[in-house]
C-alpha cells in the first residue's frame, strides 16, 4: 500500500565531497601530461557508462552548439566505459567528435571522478530515461559544482531541492544549450550543506528497521 511506502534518499560523505576540493598536485601533473590540450582550458563533464540512454548524443549537439563561431573553445569530457555490448556506440560516437572536429574527449571508465568534476565548470546528468537517484549529480554539487540534468526521476528530485536552475525539459536541447550558455558566463552559487549525507541514509535505513522490528514484536 502506498501509505506503507518509506523514501530513504541516497546519501554521500561530506567528508569525501565537499566545495573547495582541490586534486593533488600528483594527480594535476598526470592528467596534463595525459591531456595536455586541456591544459588551462575550461571543460564541462558527462559522466556516465557509455549507453545510449545517458544521452552522450544530446552532449555532442550541446558542445557543437557552444563552440560556435566567435565563442571561445570549451571542451566536453565523456567519463565512463563501454562494455562488450556498446562498442559500436562508442564507436559511433568517436565518428561524430571526428566527422565534425568536436573539442570532446573519451576518456574511458575512470576511478578519479572526484578529481575530474573538481575541476570542470559543469556536470551534466542527460539521461533519457529516469534514474533511480542520480549519484554523480549529487557528489558534484556537493563539491560546489553546478550541475544541468533533464528534470525527470531522482535527478529531478536532487535539483529540485538543490539546485532548480539546473533543471531541464527532457531533450530540449535548445533549453539545455542556453541554460548552460547561461551558468558558464553568470555561475550561480551551489548550496554548501544539503540533506542528502551517508549518514543520514544510514541513520533513517536503521530507524526503519528498529520500527520494524519493533511492530514485529
Not at 87 to 94: A, I, K, M, N, S
Not at 158 to 172: E, H, M, V
Amino acid at each position: 500500500p502506498p501509505q506503507k511506502i518509506r523514501v530513504i534518499y541516497r546519501g554521500v560523505d561530506p567528508q569525501q565531497y565537499f566545495p573547495g576540493y582541490h586534486p593533488p598536485a600528483e594527480w594535476l601533473t598526470s592528467w596534463y601530461q595525459q591531456y595536455p590540450q586541456l591544459y588551462q582550458q575550461p571543460w564541462i563533464t558527462l559522466p556516465g557508462r557509455l549507453t545510449r540512454r545517458k544521452g552522450h548524443l544530446d552532449f555532442l549537439e550541446l558542445i557543437h552548439a557552444l563552440n560556435a563561431p566567435g565563442k571561445p573553445e570549451l571542451w566536453g569530457l565523456i567519463v565512463g566505459g563501454a562494455d562488450s555490448k556498446h562498442q559500436g556506440y562508442q564507436r559511433e560516437l568517436e565518428y561524430i567528435i571526428t566527422q565534425q572536429r568536436l573539442p570532446v574527449i573519451l576518456t574511458g571508465e575512470r576511478a578519479d571522478l572526484r578529481n575530474i568534476v573538481a575541476l570542470s565548470r559543469l556536470v551534466l546528468s542527460l539521461s533519457t530515461q529516469p534514474e533511480s537517484f542520480g549519484r554523480t549529480v549529487l557528489e558534484a554539487l556537493s563539491q560546489g559544482i553546478p550541475v544541468v540534468g533533464y528534470a525527470h526521476g531522482g535527478v529531478k528530485e536532487i535539483l529540485d531541492t538543490l539546485f532548480p536552475l539546473g533543471a531541464i525539459a527532457c531533450g530540449d536541447t535548445t533549453g539545455l544549450a542556453q541554460r548552460v550558455s547561461q551558468l558558464l558566463h553568470c555561475p550561480a552559487p551551489v548550496p554548501s550543506q544539503h540533506p542528502f549525507t551517508l549518514q543520514r541514509m544510514l541513520d533513517q535505513t536503521l530507524a526503519l528497521y528498529n520500527q520494524l522490528a519493533s511492530h514485529h514484536d
